[in-house]
């Protein structure tokens, strides 16, 4: 018996053709006929299988049969089965990026991070609008009676004007010598000049001890090697404090070295800001000591001076010795150098 190829699915419609194409050859023929034909058919089926095994063909001897005339073809057989699923093939190259998605919610609010480093102070704003006046001060110390002034120029002389000199006469002659005149009282003149002499030094004598009076007014002293500072903790205007130092025959105190500062620094530990006799009121920027020569020594805060609002002409020492510049018109304590 011939090997038979595997059947091939076919699809319905094939399926269909099939059977029209069978019908339509095949004459009409009564079932018993066809019956017969079938069983003839597997018979001759199975003979053929035993002439083609030598075995059997030992075992049955005989001649073989007419062959019959060919069948018609049988029926389509049923589709097969579904194959198994293959393995699963090699994985492809990435493909291209989608287009990026609407954004996601917000999320959760993170915790405070830790406090940064402090940062350097940035450029110095413009000045502000100027503020009211603030309160009046308490008064302060009234100053000494002033020197007297200078006379003024004199007054034009009236209507007659007095004409040009005239032109210088010639030389006289020389005249005779007079008598000698009667001596005058010994000693007269002497004694006059001794006298004021004494008075002028008992005038200086006063005034010494008047100043001596007025220092033991200060509560509080401070030394620098010869130099005084002294304050009655009394707070007032740069302008009173200089009225009020040259009253008790001194001056507001003026550091020109360290230890000097060193010495005012101990004052204002306890008292607070004080005022010292440096100051650009003459020139900005050019800071000068009282009697107008530029200061020599200095111990400005980092910053300073900076003229806040244009205004600041005067200088105080702070509790830790260094100086800032104030307005001239601010209240802070007095210290008076002797």
């Known amino acids: 018996m011939l090997p038979q190829e595997p059947a091939r699915k076919k699809t319905n419609t094939q399926k269909d053709n099939t059977y029209k194409k069978y019908f339509a050859k095949s004459p009409k023929m009564p079932m018993n006929k066809i019956l017969r034909i079938v069983v003839t058919l597997l018979v001759l089926e199975i003979r053929l299988g035993y002439m083609e095994d030598p075995k059997k063909l030992n075992q049955c001897s005989g001649y073989p049969g007419i062959p019959g005339s060919p069948g018609n073809n049988g029926l389509p057989g049923r589709d097969g089965r579904e194959g198994r699923d293959g393995k699963e093939g090699e994985r492809g190259e990435k493909g291209e990026a989608g287009v990026q998605g609407p954004p996601g919610n917000d999320g959760l609010v993170g915790q405070m991070g830790q406090k940064g480093d402090k940062a350097e102070p940035g450029p110095r704003g413009e000045h502000g609008v100027r503020g009211p ?48 005149g009667d001596p005058g009282p010994r000693g007269a003149s002497v004694e006059l000049r001794r006298i004021v002499e004494l008075e002028e030094e008992i005038k200086k004598l006063k005034d010494s001890y008047s100043n001596l009076e007025k220092r033991f007014i200060f509560t509080l002293w401070s030394r620098s090697g010869n130099t005084f500072f002294g304050t009655m903790k009394v707070s007032a205007t740069f302008e009173d404090g200089l009225k009020f130092c040259t009253g008790v025959g001194g001056q507001i105190a003026t550091p020109r070295n360290q230890a000097e500062n060193d010495g005012l620094r101990d004052i204002a530990k306890q008292v607070g800001n004080v005022f010292i006799g440096v100051n650009d009121r003459r020139r900005e920027g050019v800071f000068e000591e009282l009697n107008g020569k530029p200061i020599a020594f200095s111990k400005w805060q980092r910053g300073e001076p900076n003229n806040d609002k244009g205004e600041e002409d005067c200088v105080v020492l702070v509790s830790d010795g260094m100086w800032n510049d104030v307005q001239c018109g601010t209240s802070n304590i007095i210290v008076c150098e002797l």
Do not use: I, R
């Open 133 to 180: 006046p603030g309160k009046a001060g308490p008064f302060g110390l009234m100053g000494q009676k002033g020197d007297k002034g200078e006379s003024g120029p004199q007054g034009t002389s009236g209507e007659s004007v007095q004409g040009p000199p005239g032109d210088t006469g010639s030389t006289g002659p020389k005249g005779q010598k007079g008598d000698q």
